[in-house]
């Protein structure tokens, strides 16, 4: 399974994003599909979780009300729209799904950055 990110940027605080993850491969072996996120001397941390039936499963407390996570399996998809940014948004964004067997993410992005100045 492959996963390319795409849509971060420079935005200032108070814009939007909107960051998509295409899935390629063994597309039939993901389950749940996530975006988390890592800021510069920080841990990475779970942002948000869709399901393999595209219900949303997890919103970090940080961004429930500004961030929403949507799965479109007809385009091997995944996206995440992004309101209302604050500078402590900025991260590195990836992508990670999970192999149907395992429960855990196995497979990731390379990452997209999303800068959001003050």
């Known amino acids: 399974v492959q996963l390319v990110e795409s849509g971060g940027g420079l935005v200032q605080a108070g814009g939007s994003l909107r960051l998509s993850c295409a899935a390629s491969?063994?597309?039939?072996?993901?389950?749940?599909m996530g975006w988390y996120r890592q800021a510069p001397g920080k841990e990475r941390e779970l942002v948000a979780a869709?399901?393999?039936?595209?219900?949303?499963?997890y919103y970090a407390d940080s961004v429930k009300g500004r961030f929403t996570v949507s799965r479109d399996n007809a385009k091997n998809t995944l996206y995440l729209q992004m309101k209302t940014l604050k500078p402590e948004d900025t991260a590195t964004y990836y992508c990670?799904?999970?192999?149907?067997?395992?429960?855990?993410?196995?497979?990731w992005g390379q990452g997209t950055q999303v800068t959001v100045s003050s």
């Open positions: 491969g063994s597309i039939f072996s993901i389950d749940k």
């Open positions: 869709a399901a393999s039936s595209g219900e949303t499963a």
């Open positions: 990670a799904a999970s192999h149907v067997d395992s429960g855990e993410y196995d497979y």
